[in-house]
């Protein structure tokens, strides 16, 4: 196909459709950063994680990690933020839940998940979340979906209710999840 069908055919799609070919290609462009990630800081653990969160090859900002609620919902285990300490490298906080502190596992996955929302903010799906992270650690998507959902419940974060009570919890569709507080 020519450059000039692709335009002609995106032309022609709805709108759903083309936020579905724009899902698809965030996803394939997070699991390759995710990958060039993996290559530059695998194994990850204390000092590899802190490179990792200053390499601008991975992040768009750097980050530093933040053992306090911020500005997070009740079904969040973490939320990025402007880091006002840093601002002259337009830098960014991660917030995480404080029981995170002295799990450096659970931190390596709450960050995992969260690394496409600081790079790419709110435009990004829970599923794309779930295929970085999983690319990053070099684990299946399902089982890393089913390690997130263990963290939020773990540290207690609620799940976010749709509407009005009775309605379904919310689920990354692709990995047909519980609802945990991940999202």
């Known amino acids: 196909m020519t450059t000039t069908d692709f335009v002609a055919e995106l032309r022609q799609m709805s709108e759903a459709e083309l936020e579905q070919v724009g899902q698809q290609s965030l996803r394939s462009h997070v699991v390759a950063q995710a990958q060039v990630a993996r ?19 991975c992040l768009r900002h750097p980050v530093r990690l933040v053992f306090e609620f911020g500005e997070m919902a009740m079904h969040q285990f973490g939320q990025p933020d ?22 450096p596992d659970l931190i390596l996955l709450a960050v995992a998940y ?20 999983a690319a990053l650690l070099g684990m299946d998507e399902q089982a890393f979906y ?10 207690g974060a609620e799940s976010r209710l749709i509407g009005q009570a009775g309605d379904a919890l919310p689920t990354p569709a692709a990995h047909g999840g519980r609802g945990c507080g991940c999202g």
Do not use: K, M, Q
Request: proline share 6%; hydrophobic share 40%; charged share 30%.
């Open 82 to 103: 402007i880091d006002w300490r840093n601002t002259a490298e337009d830098g960014r906080v991660l917030y995480l839940r404080p029981v995170l502190r002295d799990r």
């Open 146 to 155: 089913t390690r997130i959902c263990a963290l939020a419940d773990l540290v």
């Open 39 to 57: 290559a530059r800081h695998a194994p990850f653990h204390g000092e590899s994680l802190e490179s990792f969160l200053r390499d601008p090859e």
């Open 114 to 133: 969260l690394v496409p929302l600081i790079n790419y903010g709110d435009v990004v799906s829970d599923e794309a979340c779930v295929a970085y992270g």
